[in-house]
Nanobody, 129 residues
Framework: QVHLVESGGGLVQAGNSLRLSCAVS????????MGWFRQAPGKEREFVSHITGDGGTTYYAESVKGRFTISRDNAKNTVYLQMNSLKPEDTAVYYC??????????????????????WGQGTQVTVSS
């Protein structure tokens, strides 16, 4: 059984940083591309970032490019999202997701939530102004 467990969320002031972690079990982690998505109250879930299985390719939403960094440690079966220069508009529940099947590695497929087969329960990030 596949489990994704996010951690690291919390309440921070604008301009500060947080690092989210997502621990994965039940899969051959290094084979799976991983993604981070977020959902703010009253809004649809949106793509944040993606990393390939070997960590060699990453994608970011324009809204977080230059501020967020995705990485992974395949020895620890964990993917991270380092979030710097946080803004109030980054407030959301953040979800990690794992691919169930392989897709072409490009931004379009990376940003589609429907291309991910496994999801975590989410972790709340709140940024105060």
């Amino acid at each position: 059984q596949v489990h994704l467990v996010e951690s690291g969320g919390g309440l921070v002031q604008a301009g500060n940083s947080l690092r989210l972690s997502c621990a994965v079990s039940g899969r051959t982690f290094s084979a799976d591309a991983m993604g981070w998505f977020r959902q703010a109250p009253g809004k649809e879930r949106e793509f944040v970032s993606h990393i390939t299985g070997d960590g060699g390719t990453t994608y970011y939403a324009e809204s977080v490019k230059g501020r967020f960094t995705i990485s992974r440690d395949n020895a620890k079966n964990t993917v991270y999202l380092q979030m710097n220069s946080l803004k109030p508009e980054d407030t959301a529940v953040y979800y990690c997701a794992a691919r169930k099947v392989a897709y072409l590695s490009d931004y379009y497929y990376a940003s589609l939530a429907t291309t991910y087969g496994y999801w975590g329960q989410g972790t709340q990030v709140t940024v105060s102004s």
